[in-house]
């Protein structure tokens, strides 16, 4: 396909208050279908997807989508210009947004191949693979990292705002204008990914100090937000924010999402909707071969803190035993055990 080349600073990203985290196991298309019945505009991740496996594996499995799921950007991780380049060309075509590159992921596994966070000790690295990646696609580049990085084992620590001040910096030359900051370091060796998504502090204000630094790049903050005043008093001093944990625990909180942060007018929708439009999807997924464990798992929490939570998540985890042929009947009498007024509120 001949394409117009357009620097990478030029071409225009997706603009959003909010976005909801690339994670590995969770944000699968299953999963962003249904959080897209709770928020139109909230801006959408992939799980992070290796640039070998996109040009290896089963590329529709690992790159379909559904067009609703959209604005939805694709996370990649490699460290290897020519693949990573070879990736963006295979998923273009799919038609996503927006392409990140992974440069904040610490597993032991990440750090084998040496990308994730690892490359955050190689800002010019980083920068010619942002440029490599842009020159094979006319989509925006875009980058999510952490504010920094510790080994013992390597004796590295890249931990001071200055180093991150100079990574951007670096990255952004390459013409790279969207920044996702996970606001804490990752530390690369005696943590698990786990405990490196809450061991190490945040440090929210080295964010707003980047966005302060660098008003023409889109800043956009990530780690720990979980109430709507966190969210709102991120905003004043970034672009955008992004959740992860939050919406798995209690994703009804995006139900406000599209009228608080997006300008969106209509009602916010009811759980009944979401889950009139949620339940036939599923049965049709399971149908071609989805597993049913895992399309459950979006709305094992959708009542959370709710009168009836208890007994709707206990229907749910015994529909991992039903059958293929229990499971319709058992999805909508999991339904039945709510109250309807719960079913029918709107979030205000
Ligand atoms: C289960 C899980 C999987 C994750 N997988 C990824 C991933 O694929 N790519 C990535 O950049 N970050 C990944 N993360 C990190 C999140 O994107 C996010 O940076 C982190 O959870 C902090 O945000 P939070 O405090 O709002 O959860 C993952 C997090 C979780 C909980």
Redesign the pocket.
């Known amino acids: 396909m001949n394409r117009t080349y357009i620097p990478l600073s030029q071409r225009p990203h997706t603009l959003h208050r909010l976005s909801l ?7 699968d298309r299953d999963w962003r279908w249904i959080m897209r019945r709770i928020t139109r505009h909230t801006l959408l991740y992939t ?2 997807i290796t640039a070998p496996a996109v040009i290896r594996g089963d590329r529709k499995k690992l790159l379909g989508f559904d067009d609703s799921e959209k604005p939805l950007v694709l ?1 990649l ?1 490699w460290d290897e210009p020519g693949d990573l380049a070879e990736a963006c060309r295979i998923a273009e075509d799919f038609g996503y947004d927006e392409i990140n590159l ?1 440069c ?2 610490p597993s032991d596994k990440v750090q084998q191949h040496d990308f994730g966070a690892c490359l955050m000790a190689r800002p010019s690295h980083v920068a010619e693979l942002v440029e490599s990646m842009a020159s094979a696609t006319s989509l925006p580049i875009t980058v ?1 990292n952490r504010i920094g990085i510790r080994s013992r084992k390597n004796g590295l620590s890249l931990e001071t705002y200055e180093h991150l001040h100079q990574f951007v910096g670096t990255v952004a030359e390459a013409g790279c204008r969207k920044f996702t900051i ?1 606001a804490r370091i990752a530390i690369l060796e005696g943590l698990s ?2 405990e490196n ?1 809450d061991v190490p502090p945040l440090r929210p204000e080295d964010v707003y100090r980047l966005k302060a630094d660098f008003p023409e790049l889109f800043i956009e903050i ?4 979980r109430t709507r005043s966190d969210i709102d008093a991120a905003l004043v001093q970034a672009d955008a924010v ?5 919406a ?1 625990d209690d994703p009804w909180i995006l139900s406000l999402a599209d009228r608080l942060w997006f300008a969106e007018t209509s009602p916010a929708p009811t759980r009944r909707e979401v889950l009139e439009a949620s339940i036939p999807y599923m049965i049709r997924r399971a149908e071609q071969g989805a597993s049913r464990g895992l399309l459950i798992q979006p709305l094992m929490n959708l009542f959370a803190g709710q009168k009836g939570a208890k007994a709707w998540k206990r229907a749910m985890t015994e529909l991992h035993g039903a059958g293929s042929e229990g499971f319709t009947g058992a999805l909508w009498a999991a339904v039945d055990l709510l109250d309807d007024e719960l079913l029918d509120r709107r979030s205000e």
Do not use: F, I, T, W
């Not at 990530?222 to 937000?225: E, T, V």
């Not at 992004?242 to 939050?246: A, E, P």
């Open positions: 985290a690339p994670m590995v196991d969770k944000s799980e992070m996370q991780g992974n904040g992921c999510k996970h990914p786990r998504r990530n780690g720990g937000y992004m959740l992860g944990r939050l798995l």
